[in-house]
């Protein structure tokens, strides 16, 4: 907690990236559901946008980085909670994530 109390640049910047990527991502979901794009009665159609927005969270978690990856991690063990292709996806979390950037 200190050490981002002493660098409130640092703790906005964070904030400001991890809300536009989550962002972007929750505006595709609404645009998606708003649009009919994962209509309930045809299962090819919802699956294929499924499919496309579980891979746009993996990345979405890879690129805001370790934290986030391991939310996605525990995201992949509740299957009550999320489409089987997202947990399928956030499945992988759990050993083909790229090396992070320490800097």
């Known amino acids: 907690?200190?050490?981002?109390?002493?660098?409130?640049?640092?703790l906005a910047r964070r904030f400001v990236t991890s809300s536009a990527v989550l962002g972007k991502f929750a505006g595709d979901i609404y645009i998606d559901a708003k649009?009919?794009?994962?209509?309930e009665d045809d299962p090819a159609t919802r699956d294929a946008t499924?499919?496309?927005r579980a891979e746009q969270l993996f990345q979405a978690l890879v690129r805001l980085?370790?934290?986030?990856?391991k939310?996605?991690?525990?995201?992949?063990?509740?299957?009550?909670?999320?489409?089987?292709p997202y947990v399928a996806r956030?499945?992988?979390?759990?050993?083909?994530?790229p090396p992070f950037d320490d800097g």
């Not at 907690?1 to 409130?8: A, N, S, T």
């Not at 939310?71 to 089987?84: C, I, K």
């Open 1 to 10: 907690l200190h050490y981002f109390l002493g660098r409130p640049l640092v």
């Open 35 to 39: 649009t009919g794009r994962r209509p």
């Open 50 to 52: 499924d499919d496309k």
């Open 65 to 69: 980085g370790p934290t986030y990856v």
């Open 71 to 84: 939310l996605g991690q525990v995201l992949a063990s509740r299957q009550d909670l999320l489409p089987a």
């Open 90 to 97: 956030l499945l992988k979390l759990q050993d083909s994530v």
